[in-house]
């Protein structure tokens, strides 16, 4: 989940090139770890359904996925990508890869996923990544989960050159977008300013594969403090950039159990009381910013055809 290009002042946004107005905000507020348990499950539901978030994303290797699954069935119109998961992070709740013995290299000794992405890039192939993702899409769609778009949890396929190129092919091959920035990076380049030089170059060729691409991607509100969260966020609404930018969180609805899980739930639930919040909303009505999706930025990239970027570029 890390940016990837930066381009001059002068440059039309990708909101724009996708029909907003160049002064115009445009948000994703997006929920990660959907399927990791049912209080993720909850807590995704509650923050698309009666808060301001937009879209989610599921981790298919995950216990509860059968239950999101289930949901999604009746609510066919809901933003609900892949969470492309190549770790398994927690101490005592894991999961194993879905393409089992098949990738070798994603395994540790207990039979899971490993626990961290420094132990993936030393251990895992290629070939192994591009095994593990498509069996994670396959199973979606047995599923018959509805796949807006794909992003990586903890950013393992950008951590590679050779895993992000196994990312971009399924989403070109699969006709999904996949998370990628490229705008004016405001945030992401204080993020992760060595990521958004090294992959700058894949930009024009996943637009020009028909994917979106999308200007901005904010990731900071893991670390804020709980109780700060919904001060924060109506704080980076008020001073976002024009363009399109993705907010990354990780709202749940922690249940007794849940702090066995992970000791984030206290943060997790505050992701989830800033999105539910009437404050933020009122601030997305005052600032007059345009909340989108990922199934709608596809359909306004659909409806521009095959044009390259540099040509359109060069028509605005």
């Keep these: 989940m890390l940016p990837l290009q930066s381009t001059a002042n002068a440059a039309p946004s990708f909101g724009e090139l996708l029909g907003w107005a160049k002064d115009e905000v445009i948000v994703i507020l997006h929920v990660d770890d959907v399927g990791m348990s049912h209080s993720s499950n909850l807590g995704a539901i509650q923050a698309t359904e009666k808060g301001v978030a937009s879209s989610f994303a599921i981790m298919m290797p995950c216990p509860w996925v059968p239950e999101i699954a289930a949901y999604l069935q009746d609510h066919r119109n809901a933003d609900s990508g892949l969470h492309l998961t190549l770790t398994s992070e927690w101490k005592s709740y894991r999961w194993p890869p879905l393409a089992g013995p ?3 290299g994603l395994i ?13 890039i030393t251990q895992a192939t290629p070939e192994e990544i591009d095994r593990e993702i498509r069996a994670q899409l396959a199973r979606a769609r047995n599923l018959n989960i509805p796949i807006t778009h794909l992003d990586s949890h903890m950013g393992t396929l950008f951590a590679r050159p050779d895993y992000f190129e196994k990312y971009v092919a399924l989403g070109i091959e699969a006709q999904i977008p996949i998370l990628v920035a490229g705008g004016h990076l405001t945030h992401t380049l204080k993020e992760n ?6 992959l700058k170059t894949w930009i024009p060729k996943i637009w020009n ?3 979106p691409v999308i200007d901005d991607l904010h ?11 919904e001060a924060k966020l109506i704080e980076l609404l008020k001073h976002l950039t024009p363009g399109i930018t993705e907010i990354l969180f990780h709202a749940s609805d922690p249940s007794d159990v849940f702090p066995l899980i992970t ?19 009122q601030t997305l009505i005052d600032e007059k910013i345009q909340v989108t999706t990922w199934k709608e930025l596809m359909q306004r990239r659909q409806a521009l055809g095959k044009v390259d970027l540099e040509t359109l570029r060069n028509k605005q």
């Design 102 to 104: 098949t990738v070798p």
């Design 108 to 120: 540790d000794p207990e039979g899971c996923l490993w626990s961290s992405v420094a132990q993936v």
């Design 193 to 198: 300013p060595a990521a958004a030089t090294r």
């Design 209 to 211: 594969a028909g994917l």
């Design 219 to 229: 990731t900071a509100t893991y670390n804020w403090n709980a109780d700060e969260k």
């Design 263 to 281: 000791g984030s739930s206290e943060s997790r639930q505050g992701d989830l009381n800033a999105l539910l919040s009437s404050q933020v909303k």
